[in-house]
Structure formats: structure tokens, C-alpha cells
């Protein structure tokens, strides 16, 4: 009873208002105060000084605005909507801004799919495109080309400069401080975020020495490259296609190669790796690249030529066969057909969970190993030449066998 009465009230307040021969502003004030004390006069407040509210509605109470909104009031549909957004209330938002998005300016569409990409609402920002509603010329628009996977040619290079990415391999060019360059490549848009990510954790602290390694910036491919889509299998992709129509730069090692599915691995100078890698098993495949075995057991076909070799096969595998392991080595799992495999240490390593850290005997195995002066590792060059031996490098390099 006592919300009736305060609601007549504020009607009886507003209609004498407009009688007397106070200005419009003075009419306007004390509506805004009425819609402050007395929401439930929201309505005849707005339709009466429509222009005032619609460019205050920013500074309206929760409850205020909701009910203009409720009402089909459509700029406050889209002033709720974007309020949602910025409470995290994606859903909730939605039915507003799709009802009244279409009335509203650039500016402020632009405002609404920078929220929506904020949750990677992808749907919400294709249906957006469809309507030819969503800006051409924004962050959101490029993002969305990303997620499709588009090929580079189509992203705008100001954005890819700005993102930190690189769409080709024009002007890239290897760092000779570096012991090894390494080609950061993705075929999607999250990949491109994790590449960066693992490039600044790696240069906080590199291994096994500062300039072992350097990286260049995630080079996005999009639908350039074909790539396996199982989640349970190993990473792998297609490469001849870019053998044949890309130069590639000359000085760089190693290819690091992005995708959204499959389990990592590193074959030829190539490590395969999904977006939702964590980062030790991007430090335990790097450390592949300079030849360590994994000390868990090995794949059957690989057991059956490497478990039948003898001596050191690897900075971290010895295979016996009649041979005495050095001193202070244990029993591997790696192999479990042949002859017996031993490794430096009987803890744990990061080559056995790749969630351990790198321990100091590890580090200092692999630092040995990348000082010899003999040392030469299979390059993705050397790789590319035995699946395409007809290709034209820039910087032909010695053939090797690769092995997976």
C-alpha cells in the first residue's frame, strides 16, 4: 500500500511539475530525483524527458534500469545488457542486446563485441556478422576470423602486429646470439596466445643456458595446413603442401608447431603440440629436439630397433646389451623388449612426467650434450628433404635419417 502511495505521489509531483512555469530543466531535476527515491515512477519520467534519460542511462540504479529495460525501452535494453556483460552475466544479457542492437551506433556495437569477446561467445559474435551488425574494422571481427581458422591473407596486418603474431615469413630473420632458432607456428587462434605465453615463461628462465634457444613469434597458417583432428592420437599435420609454395627463412633449427587436438611429439626437427599443453611438456619435448628418449616405455616399433642398439643411445638412455651402464645409472621402462635400458637417476625426471621440474642432473646432461663441437641434431630441413626430396631450400642442409 505504502509503494501505491508513493507512486501516485510521484505521478501528482511530475504532472504539477510540467503545469508550472519553472523551466525544463527544473522539470527534468525533479524527475530524476522522483526515478532515484521512487522507482516505480520510472516510466512516466522517461517518457516525458525520453532524450535526458537515454543519455543518462549509465548512471541509472540496477533496479531502474532493469525496469526500463523489462519495458522494452530499447536503449536501455542495450544499457542492461552491456551492464550485464560487465558482471560477468553473459547469458543473462543476451535476449537484451539481441532486441536492441540493431538501433544502436557503431560505437557502441563495437562495445558490445569487445564484451562478447572478452567470453568468447562465438556464436553470439557470428550471429552479429550474419546481421552485418558486428564492425568491420574491430578486434572482435579479426578474432572471429581466427576462431574460423580463415587463411592469413584475410587478417588485417595491423592487427596481427599489434596481436603479436606474424602472417608470413617476410622479414624474419634468425637470431645468430641463438645456439638454435626455433619457427613458432599455429593454425589457430588460441595457439597463438599459448606460444607467446610459453616464449616470455621460457626467456624468464632459459635452459639449459641463456641463448640456447630463440623463438620467433607465433606464425598463424589458419587453413594453409591440414592437421590431424583426433585428440587421442599424436599431433601431426601436413606439411608438404607449405614445402612446396612457401620460401622458407634460412638459420632457424626447429619448427614448434601448434595444433588444437593431439598429444605431443617431436619427429624430424618438428614438435607437434596442442594449445592445452602445459609448459613442461614443452620444455620435455624441446629437450627432445637435442636427443633424449622418454623414460617411460617407448612405442613398440621404436623398441624394436633402438632396445637393440648398444651403449649410449641418448643423454639419458643407455642400452646394455652385454655392455656395463656407467656407474650410479638405473633400470629405464623404456625398453621392454631386448636388452635392458638404464637412465642417470633413480628419482623421477622430466622426461619419465613431464609435470617435474627440470632437476640440475638433467640440465647439466643436456647442456653437455649441445656443447659438443660434434654435435649436429636433425633439423626440420633435413626432414622436409626426405619427405620432399625435389624441394628448392634456401639453405640446403646434410640428409639424415629421421626417425620418429
Known sequence: MKTLVNYLISVAVVLSVGCLPSSVDQQRDVAFWHVKHTPDSILISYYRFIDDFNAQLNSLSDPTLSLLALN??????????????????????????????????????????????RFERWSDLESLKEQQLLPVASYAAE?????????????????????????????????????FNVLLMTDHRQGISQLTAFTHRYQQQPQPRAASFCFSKPIYLGNTIACQQQSDSAAQCDWRPLIADKRWPTGFDFIVMMTATGSGNVQGGIMHLNSASHYGLFLHELMHFNGFEDEYALPTAKQAWLCHQRGLVAPNLFIANGLTPPAGWVLSDSCETGSKAYKPSADWSIMQY???????????????????????????TDYFQQIAPAMDFTNKMVNKNIAE
Request: a positive charge; glycine letters at 0%; proline letters at 6%.
Open 143 to 179: 578474432h572471429l576470423k581466427l576462431q574460423h581458422k580463415v587463411a592469413p591473407q584475410r587478417i588485417e596486418q595491423d592487427f596481427a602486429n599489434d596481436e603479436g603474431f606474424l602472417l608470413a615469413f617476410s622479414q624474419l630473420k634468425a637470431t645468430p646470439q641463438c645456439q
Open 354 to 380: 613431464q609435470q617435474l621440474p627440470l632437476s640440475a642432473q638433467y640440465q647439466q646432461l643436456w647442456l653437455r650434450k649441445i656443447s659438443d663441437p660434434h654435435y649436429q641434431p636433425v633439423r626440420f
Open 72 to 117: 522494452a525501452v530499447t536503449d536501455a535494453q542495450f544499457a542492461w545488457a552491456l551492464r550485464l556483460l560487465n558482471n560477468d552475466q553473459p547469458r543473462a544479457a543476451q535476449p537484451f542486446w539481441r532486441v536492441s542492437v540493431a538501433q544502436q551506433n557503431e560505437d557502441k556495437r563495437r562495445q558490445l563485441s569487445a564484451l562478447l569477446l
